[in-house]
């Protein structure tokens, strides 16, 4: 499952990032590593982006980046 | 030598609040050089000794993002003597990662903890002792917003920057085997990078940064050995060097903050007030109509009709700069004894126009009369001293009337009979109920109402009020006093000060624009237009946030460009500048409402077609410039923080509009002036520098050099001089194009300014058209040269902050050619399309506006260009 198919009030540790370059390091940079706790929080009004909670703070990522994280379980 | 401090830290991390607090107003503001990225320097605590450097606002030190490599090649090449690295108390997990980072470039360095204030109200703990101790730096916890400490912290830097202290070794935050293969690329690089930044140099090389590598001049031999040691770190932790280093800073972190942070039990589980904020504001059903709410708040505030912008804008070109005002809540009736007693001022102004429109008619049409027969050379120019009482008596004026402004037609006649406001109350047009109310208003004038005219001197505003003569009034009475002559009292009024009312005239509608951006940016909503907006504005190549710089556009274009500045990513910006000026503007739409009035009675819908193209333009130049060379591309990543609301301190958002301002002020006015200034010099005089003024524009260089460019124009219709010169005095203020037209025309038949030019866009229609399609194609040329001057490069204003904003000379050309290219293809393909529905063949114009129409469906409708290579 990836970080794009979970529902709005949902959590998971992040398994595995796909991809590479810019788009992946600034996802790391944002603190979303291996291990992290990340849990979704809403979903825009249009449909995307998402916004979800990790290491204690509030960030928005579209559903494209979001679909090249990888959760546990 | 003055010590450079660098600030640095995360967006939203309070680094603005501190600067501000650090330097007072001894900042200055501009773009790091070639790009757009704000650079804000100033002295601390106005020491000359101490300069304070504000760094954009990162996450990281990665090569991929403009800021970033910005802040790198500062730290890096420019070597601040400290770094004064500010970090948010309630955000530290995330904010401790770019400070493990900057520790690593061996420059001395004093991290500030931010919003303490917040953290023990939320009743955490936080031992500095022991981050500093982890990352080898001092730490000091400050609240920049309650002043506490932040000055404490810069001067602990300054003083470890005079000291030149080494500072103390970088932490070492990396698993065995990672430090093992740094070790050994600091051996392979040693002595070819300064000795203290040598481990930022050898993490970035094993991260396979390929600026660090092309950089340092690192061959692929060389490479290769390195590789090695790289590759087995890799296979070991099963994971790409950048990730490993990523994870390790994380994880070096997480056991940091376990061990030094207490958090309290009672928050962990509570949520955040920004949290129940958000489930309001980005809200399914509500967000849109929220967001729409805060537009239109910002809307009336700024450019709406009888909005606080507008009015105040009114207020400072005619009252202020201009003529003069009265001041508030002192106007009343006259109260002198006169023919005015009584009166409002405003009627009394009405009163005075229609006396003196009466006096100049009937004073033509006596000279008229008085040359009659005469020989050239005895031939009356102006109103003799003794007027022949009977030639005067058989002299009318008829149908005198006053013109409307906008339209150049007469104006409406008013009138209040009852049976008039009756109708009028029952919100129907009042045509027709017998009074004649609507209707232009037109009367006679014979030589007893001319005596009765004559009488009227213009009402004297100090009878109305407590009045205050404007700037330019004043400047005017100063020349007169001085008794200049007309030339040089022109060249300064209306020229030199011309130009400067020309800059200040848009400070309030700036400021107010700014004011409500600032305060939107600093409580946070800003951060959530652009997770709103997103999804429906990345399509064609535009970020959430553009729709602010569009909408600001309806009312003004130059607020809006300098809007832009709230998009983070570059080149996002550089699209929307070039493109938010295409919305017709206030400006623009006086040309507008004059070319309806005149032209397009019946066409109803006219105004709304030209937001209709602007709309289109925008959407389909975004697509077509997203596909370009110069901004194709990986797309930008959108993973952007949503930061905690707050609410934003006077102070902070003053300071945030001021700086605006000022960058406006000195920097666009510093454009703006001298060409104001020249192309009023052109408009009223002629090669031999003799002053020609409004009546004598025919005569003036703008006319001649109308002539030279004319040719450019034929294409689209206009192609004579007076289309050419109101085109270009556009480019002053876009409604210069309706009054110039005014003026050039005023040498056709008809009575009425509107007369003229209706008479002026017949003169342009070629001889291929046929007698019965005529008027129709004078029309189609008012369409034309309409929509070429509302899609051109906006007024010179706006184009001087599109040049600021764009941050490169080239840029600047860059949005103007394509302002330019647009405005030009869409007059053509208007006309030449006209002219043959209208039964002129298909001529070489003709297939040249096809062409270019296809050109541009090409740019729109091409596949995307393939992401750049990775």
Redesign the interface.
Known sequence: MTLAEMRPGSAAKVAR?RG????????????I??G?EIAV?????????V?VTV????????KD?AAKIEMEG | MAVKIALAGNPNSGKTTLFNALTGSSQYVGNWPGVTVEKKDGLLGGDPETVVQDLPGI??L?P??LEERVSRKYLVEEKPDAILNIVDGT?I??NL?LSTQLAELGIPMVMAVNMMDVVRKNGDKIDFARIGKALGCEVAGISALKKEGGMEAALKAASLARSGGKPKEAPHVFSGSVEHAIAHIEETIQGRVPSRSIRWFAIKIFERDREVIKDLGIGVGEMKHLEEHIRDCEKELD??A??II??QR?EFIKNLTGNAIARSEARKNRASL??RI??IV????L??PIFVLALCAMWWLAVAENGPGTILTDWANDGFLGDGWHVPFTTHECAADGKYKGMEFEDAQGVFARKDVSKSKWEEAYLEKANEGKPDGEKLEEMPEEIDEAVAKTVVAKGVFVEDEETGEPVAKECDCEKCSAVREAGEECEGCGCGCGEPELWDVDYAAYKEAAEWEEPDPSDFGVWVPGIGALIGAGLEKAGVGETVASLVNDGAWGGVATVLGFVPVIFIVFLFLAFLEDCGYM?RV???????FRKFGLSGKSFIPMIVGKGCGVPAVMAARTIENERDRRMTVILATFIPCGAKTVIIAMFAALFFREQWWIAALMDVIGIAVIVLGGVALKKSRAFAG?A?????????YHMPTLGGIWRHTWTRLKGYMLKAGLIIFPACVFLWFIMNFDFKFNLVGEEGIDRSMLATMGGWIAWLLAPLGFGTWQGAAASVSAEIAKEQATATLGLVAANMDGVSTAAHITNLFGSFVPACVPEVSKAAVAKLTALSFMVFNLFIPPCMVAIAVTFREMGSKAWGWFAVAFQLFVGYVLAMSIYQIGLLANGCGFGFWTGAAVLADLFCLWMVFRPARKAAA?
């Open positions: 990032l590479e370059g810019a788009v992946k390091r600034r996802i790391m940079d944002m603190g590593t291996k992290t929080r809403r979903v825009a009004p249009l449909g995307d982006p916004e290491r204690g703070y509030e960030l928005s990522l579209r980046e | 996450y990281s990665s991929y993002s955000n997990e995330r990662y994971d790409d950048e990730s990523t994870n994380y920004s949290d958000d489930r980005t809200n399914r059903i967000a849109l951060a652009a997770f709103i907006m997103d999804r429906l990986e930008a990543p959108f993973v952007m923080e949503l930061p905690a990775e």
